[in-house]
């Protein structure tokens, strides 16, 4: 596939409201994300997304590929195995992106990846996409998953994981003051 298929530019979905502007910064190590080559992650909890409701976002980050797999190594060897099977079984990536391919780009955030329907009128969800330097791909990401969705997830890991998780957060508010207001606001569930 040529090049310019799989990067574009980043929508202002996923910009980042503090800013507004693309993320620049990676949350955890604080790496220039628009260098030209850094892989990285956006994720965002939403309110009133695809909905009447005024878009609200509950927190948002942007965090490089490096720092996102040392946080997922935190997780238990147990959780981890689950999650994964909790993917494999529900989602087919592949043929998402085969269906997906054509269509207009806000397609690929109109139905939970999970679920496969629309979001109910409270419009609550995450969004994830993957971006290198200022760009951003279509192929597994983008992505919605409903907040009910994300419940079941969340059911799926462990106390323990839970905890670690939780550790995750607190050291995530120790960053910019508007960040930990909006993770005391959210009532977060971070990374999955
Ligand atoms: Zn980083």
Known sequence: MEEKEIWSEIPPIFWSDL????????????????????????EKALKGFGSEKPLQTIFEYAICLACAESMRMTLSVESRANIEEFYRKNIDFKLRKESLTDKPKEEWLKECLIKKTSLDESGECQIYGLCNGEYF???????????????????????????ELEDFKNNLTSGPPELKELFEKGGVRVLI
């Open 19 to 42: 800013l507004n502007s693309p993320f620049n910064k990676c949350i955890q190590c604080s790496r220039n994300l628009l260098e030209p080559g850094v892989i990285y992650l956006i």
């Open 137 to 163: 791909s279509y192929q597994d990401f983008p992505y919605m998953i409903s907040a009910k969705a994300l419940d079941e997830v969340v059911d799926l890991i462990s106390a323990k994981t839970m905890d």
